[in-house]
C-alpha cells in the first residue's frame, strides 16, 4: 500500500504555483484514499500509474507536434499512426477490461479523438462475436484479432438514423449464384457516417434490407470486403469516401458508402440467428429481442467516457480558477484568486459534483449488467428491459448535461477558454458527440418514458411487478416535502423528496396521455404529451442519479473522504432541486420557506467546498498527458505554458506571411501613395 | 414596390423540395411583407437584395474550395484577401451604417469570421475618431481609411482580462529625449488576442500604465508602430506572433506582442483627454467617463450579431426538420417531416421567437442611443449610464442563450448537425466567443445588478429618480399574476407579470445584501450576493426583452403578420415564464392552475405555429450565401448536396491515403501471414 504522502509527492512539487499548491494543502481529506474511493479500489489507481508510466517511456507514442497544430490530413495521419502503434502495445493492458484499462490506455495514447481502429474493436469486433454461427466465428475472428482486415460497422444512412426498420440498403439473394447482392437503389440510401469507413476500413458490417424469394424480410447485418487487401483500392460495385469535417473527432474518417450491385456470398450474412439457405429459404431467429445487454454494456462505456470529459474540464477549470487571480473583493487587498469569488464557485463545483455523480452512476450500470447476464440465463429478461431504459435515459441525461457543464466551465477561464490550448474545445467537441450518436437522445427519453407509462399502468391497474429501480412508483405516500438544512437532511429525506416528484410527474403524464388517447389514436396522443414524457423521464433518472451518488459515498470506508464527498453530493442534490424548483413547489410539496433554504444553503456549501476543491480536482487523478490542457497543468504553471505553446502556430513558422506579399502589402504601398 | 408575388417567386422555384414548397405555401402571410417588419421596412429589404446581387456577381468574391475544408493556413490567406477585396468595394454600401449594411455585407462576403482588418475598423478606427486631438486626427485618420496602414487595439495580457486598472504593460516618459518607453516587465503583461496582431497589423493602439515623473497614472491608448512598412519585419524591441488555433474565427491571427524598451514619441500618446507636456506635466482629462456611447453602439452591433446567428441556426434547423422524414406518427402512414413531432417543435420553434426578440432588442438599443446621445449635449448623462446597465446585460443575457439555442438547434438536426455541411459548428464557435469579449458574461451581469441595486436604495429611501428602463422598479403592485390563456391575455398581463416577479427579486437581493452588509464589508457582501445578484439582473433583462418584443410587434402594420408575430411573442414570454416556474409561483404569485395554463398553452401555440415555421425561417431573407449550409439550403435538396460536399473533402483528393502505405497495410498484411 502506498503512502499517501507519496502521492502528495507526486501532486505536489518544487517549482509548482504556490497557490495551488496552498490549495492542495488545505484539503481535509487524503488524496490517495480519496482517488482510490473515486476510482473503485487501490488496484486500480495503481494499474493507472503503471499503464502512465507505461505510456510515457513507450517514444512510439510521443506526438512530436501536438494535434491541435495539425491539419486534418496531418491528425488522421497520427491517428493511424498511433492506432496501429496502440494495438501493438496491447499487453500493457487487461485486454478484457475496456470499461476501466482500455478507455483509459487509448486516452492517455490517442486523447479525445476517436481513430482509424475504432469502429473495429467497438462495432465490428463485437458483431463477430455476437452474430456469427460457429463456422463464421471460426472464419472470421482470427483475422479480426489478429488485424488481418479493418472492419467498421455501416448501418446509419443518409436518410435514416433513428429509423432503422427503414433502411434502404437491399440485399437480394440471388439463388442462381448463391450470392446476395448489395445495392443503394436511391441517394438517400447511401451509408453515411461508419468510423474509419471512409479511408481506413477494407471490410464492414453492413445493415441492408434482406430480400429473398421476393420478400422482404427486414435490416439483417452482412460481412462485406470493401477494399483490395493488396492495394487498398475500392472493389469493383463500391464507392466509397470520406464525409468531410466534422465538428470535432476529425482525425476519424466518418465514411459513405454506395453498392453498385455489388455481390457477396451467402454465407457472408451474418448467420447466428437467422439464415437464408441455398435455395433461398429464410429461416427467422428464434428470439426477436437479443442484443440488448451489449448495448447497456456499450452505454456503461460512454457513461464513463462522458463522466470523464466532463471531469477533465472541471479539474482545469478549478485548477486554472486558483491560480488566476483578477480583481479585489476588498480593495486595497490585492487581486484574488477567482475562485474566491461565488459566482465563480457556482460555475465550477456544481459541474465537479455532476461528474462523480455520472461516474458512479457508470459504475452501477456496470455492475448492475454483470449481474444481471447471469440471471439472464434464468430467463430474467425484465430486468434487463428495465435496466435497458434506466441506461438509456442516463446515456441521454448525462451527454447532455456533460456537454453544457463542459461550456459553462469553459465559458469560467474567460478567454484562455476559448484557445485550443485549454483543451476545453476538444473537450467539448467529443463529448457533445454523444448526444447524437448510440442514439438520439429525445429518442432516448421517450424510451424511457414508454417504461414509466408502462409502470404507472401496472400500478393503476393495481398489478405492479417492477424490479428495484421502478419500484417507487408504487409507493403510497402523499407527505410534504423533508427536505431541510444540508447539516440536518438525510438520504432519505432527499432521495423521497426526489421519489414523490418524479411518481407525481409519472402519474400526471399518465393521466394526460391517457386523457387525450380518448380524442385521437394512441400514437397521436403519446406525440401530443411527448414535451412532458421527456420531462418526467429526466426527472426520473435525475432520481436515480441522487440516488446512486448517495449510496456509493455510503460505502465510503475513510470517515474525512466521507465527509467531503457526502458534501458534495449534498450539493448535487441540491443543485437539482434549485433547478427544478416549480416542480418540487407544486401543489405546495416544498415550501416557499424549504425552497429557499435550499438556495441559501447551496451558497453556504459552495463556502465549505472551497478549500476542497483542488484536492477534489486532484482526486481524479488526470495525468497532464490525460488532460492535454496547459490552462489545467498539474504544475499550475499556465502563463509561460501558453506562451510556449503559441510559438508552435502554424501561422508562427515565419514572420512574415505570404499574406502580405500577396494582399496586405500592396494595399497598403497604395494607401501610402494616395497620401 | 415589389408584390409579393415576386419575392414568392425567388422564395419557391421549380425543382424544389416538394414539402418545402407545401410549407412554404401553408402560411397564413405574405412573405414580402413580414421581411420587411422584420427588417425594418421595404428599403432595408431592397438594399438587402441589392448587396446580394453585387456580391455574388463580383468575382474577386468567389471561394474556390468551401472555407470548412482549409488549413489554418489557407483559410487566414483567405480571409486577409476577401477583407482586402471587401474593402476595395467599400462603395456598394453605405459605410455609415455598419450595424446594418456593413455587418450584411461582410457576412456576405467573409462568412462567420473575423479576418485581418476586423479590428482596424471595429476598434482602431473608433480610438482614433474619439481619443485624438485635432493634430493627431489630421495625421492619422487618412491613412487609416485609406488602408495606408493596419491597426489592431492591444488592451488584453496574458494575466488581465476584466480588471483593466491592473494592466502591467508600461509607458514611461523620457522627458529627456520626449519620448515614452514601452515595456513588458513581466510575463503576464505580455498582451494577448488582439485581433490581427499576430501577423497582419502593423500598428496598434496600445493600452499601457502611463508613467509620467516617477508616478502612475493609470491605463492610456498609445499610438504603436509594430513591423517595417516595407518589409512587415517587426520592429526592433518588439516581438510578436499568431497565439494559436482557437474553438473558432481561426482565420483571424489573434496575437501577442512583448516590448522590450521600446521607445515612440511623446505625441504618440492619444490627447485627446488626457496630455502630458514635454516637460513630463501630466494634464489629468476634464471627465472621468466617456466612452460609455461607443460601447453601447458597439453592443448594439453585437446583439444583432448574435440574433443574426442564433436566426440562422434556426432557419437552418427548420428548413431540414420540414424536409427530414423519419419514423411514423401513425403506423402505416408512412414517415413524417421531422418538423410534425411535437419534441422538435419544441425544440425548434422557442429558439426562432428568440431570435426575433434579440433583433428587436438590438434595433431598441441602437435606437435609443441615437436618441440618447443627441441628449447627451443636454448633459444627460444618468439616461446613459441605464443604456449602459441594460445593453452589458442585453450581451450576456443575449450571448449565452444565444449559444444555447443554437446547440439545442444543432442537435434537434440528429447526426448531419454535426458535421461541419450544416454550418452549426462554425455558428457555434463563431456566436459564442460573444460570451467573453467584450466584457466577461458575468461581470456584465453584475453591472447590470449594481445599477438595479442603486434603483432599489432610490425606491427605499423614498427618492427616486429612474429612468424608462427601472422605472418599474418604484411601483407600487401587490397583485397577482395576471396571466390566462394565450388567447386572451393582454400585453400588459404579460408585462406586469414579468415586471412584478423582477421587482420582487431585486428587493429580495437588495435586502439580503444589506443585511450581509451587517457582518462584512460592503465588498465581501457583494461577493457572497453574487449569484442571487446574476439571476436578479437576468430577470430584468428578460423582462425588457418581453416588453420589446411586444412593443415591436404592435406596430407592425399588416394584420395578419402581425398576429403570427404576436403569437410568437406569445411563445416567446410563455416558454420564459415556464422556465422561470418557480420564480413566478414563488409567495404565490402564480397560481398552479395558472402555471399549467402556461404550460399547456405553450404546447398549443406549437400546433398554431407548425404551419408558419418555414415562412417565419423565410421572413430573415437568409440566402444561401449568407447562410452556407448544405442542410439549411433554400431548395430543400439536402441529400445530394450533402454527397456533394463530402466529395470535396481533404481526404477524398485519393483513393489511398499514405496511412495505408505507411501504418495500416503492413500491419494488415502482417495479420494475414499469421494466419
Redesign the interface.
Known sequence: LQSSTMTYDNVIQPGDNPDLTKERKSASFNLWKMQCFVHEGEEVVRRRKEILEFVQKTREFDDPIPA??L???EI??RG??K??AMTDNADAIDGSDFFGEGLYYQSLVIGRELH?MSLHYGMFLPTIQGQTDDDQMDEWM??TI?????GTYAQ?E??????LT?LETTATYDPKTEEFVLHTPT??A?K??PGGL???A?VAVVMAQLFTNGVNKGPHPFFVPLRD?D????LKGVTL???????GINSN?NG?LIFDHYRIPRRNMFMRFSKVLPDGTYVAPHHAKLGFGTMVFVRSIMIKDQATQLGAAAVIAIRYSAVR???????GAG?VQVI?????Q??LLPQLARAFAFLFAAYEIKTMYLMVTEQIGDGNMDVLAEMHAVSSGLKSVVSWET??GI?QLR?AC??H?????SA??DI??YA??G???EG???VML?QVARFLMKCAKEVRIGNPKLANIGEYIARNDSGKARIRSWKQVTDEDIIHDFEAVARRMIFASYDRLKSCENAM?K??AW??????L?KTARMHVKLYLVKVFLRRVSTCEDAACKKVMHTLATLYAFDLISG???YF???GFMS?QQ?ELV?SDL?EILEVLRPESVALADSWDMSDLELRSVLGRRDGNV??A??E????????RT??????E????P??K???S??
Open positions: 491541435e497544430f491539419s486534418r490530413e488522421v495521419d493511424a499512426r492506432a496501429k482509424s482470427g483475422p489478429g488485424r488481418a482486415f479493418l446509419t443518409l436518410g435514416h438514423g433513428s429509423n427503414k441517394l438517400t447511401t453515411w457516417w471512409g479511408k481506413s477494407n487487401p492495394t487498398h483500392m475500392p469516401g470520406d464525409i468531410g469535417p466534422k465538428f474518417d459513405f487571480r483578477q480583481g479585489e473583493i476588498n480593495e487581486e474566491d469569488y461565488r459566482t465563480q457556482f460555475r456537454a453544457q461550456e465559458l474567460g478567454g477558454g476559448y484557445s485550443r490550448a476545453f474545445p467539448y467537441t457533445v458527440g448526444c447524437t450518436y438520439e437522445n429525445i421517450l389514436t400514437k397521436e406525440n401530443k404529451c411527448s414535451i412532458d421527456c427544478a424548483s416549480g413547489m407544486k401543489g416557499e425552497s438556495q451558497y502563463y509561460p501558453l506562451l505553446w503559441a510559438k508552435k502556430s502554424q501561422l508562427n514572420e512574415v506571411l505570404p499574406t502580405f500577396k494582399y496586405l502589402g494595399m497598403m497604395e494607401g501610402r494616395h497620401l
